[in-house]
């Protein structure tokens, strides 16, 4: 497709659910990033894959939250267990490569709520 | 750690005041910092990347100037549909690919 494509755009889930939300990026990019945002918040880093490399995986707020690329193309971000302070804005992103000034392209978001 | 903050936090402009908005921030190493706008319900949307002092971009009614501490973007006389959160990152030198954002700045342009 022509951007960054996710789903669910919006989901609602009871607390202690598991959730995956998908991400499909740009063809021919690299680099995935998800990234949370809370309402009043800025944008969390979470983790980043590029090509075969091991993951960064330094922003995962806790062990609940985990994320794999299949195939180098999409993404799966899994959160187990989930808690009503997991309710915000899940963006993926993808950029062509790591390349210094490369830039990221965001995807709409899964909203995700918490009851 | 790399930090970034806007100010202010919000901005009301009549149509056609110009104004600008301020990112500061501090960073080991700075490998781009990037500028987003981002509507209501939608992901941000790149608007420009700037790398060293001194360098500026323009896209229509938007430019973004950099220093070595922080970065503006000035809207020269704004109409209603620039009204939304102009969001700045940061890429530093740690290491890492992410990019280290702001809170934003929410623009409301009243006709």
């Known amino acids: 497709g022509a951007g960054v494509s996710q789903s669910p755009s919006n989901k609602v889930t009871e607390k202690g659910k598991d959730v995956e939300l998908r991400c499909d990026p740009i063809s021919g990019h690299t680099a995935l990033y998800w990234y949370r945002q809370s309402l009043g918040q800025g944008l969390e880093f979470l983790i980043y894959f590029q090509g075969n490399s091991a993951p960064d995986k330094s922003g995962l707020p806790s062990d609940r939250f985990s994320a794999e690329r299949t195939g180098g193309s999409v993404s799966t971000l899994t959160i187990q267990r989930t808690q009503q302070e997991d309710s915000a804005v899940y963006l993926c992103a993808s950029s062509p490569g790591t390349a210094s000034g490369n830039t990221i392209y965001f995807g709409e978001g899964s909203w995700l709520t918490v009851v | 750690e790399d930090q970034v903050t806007q100010s202010p936090e919000a901005l009301r402009l009549q149509e056609g005041e110009s104004s600008s908005l301020n990112c500061s921030y501090t960073?080991?190493?700075?490998?781009?910092l990037f500028w987003y706008r981002q509507d209501p319900g939608k992901g941000p949307e790149f608007l420009f990347t700037?790398?060293?002092a001194g360098e500026e971009k323009e896209k229509e009614r938007l430019k973004a100037t950099l220093t070595k501490k922080e970065s503006f973007l000035h809207i020269t006389a704004p109409k209603p549909e620039d009204s939304a959160t102009y969001l700045c990152a940061v890429r530093g030198q740690g290491g890492s690919e992410k990019l280290v954002f702001g809170k934003g700045t929410k623009l409301t342009v009243n006709p």
């Open positions: 960073v080991s190493g700075l490998r781009g």
């Open positions: 700037l790398y060293s």
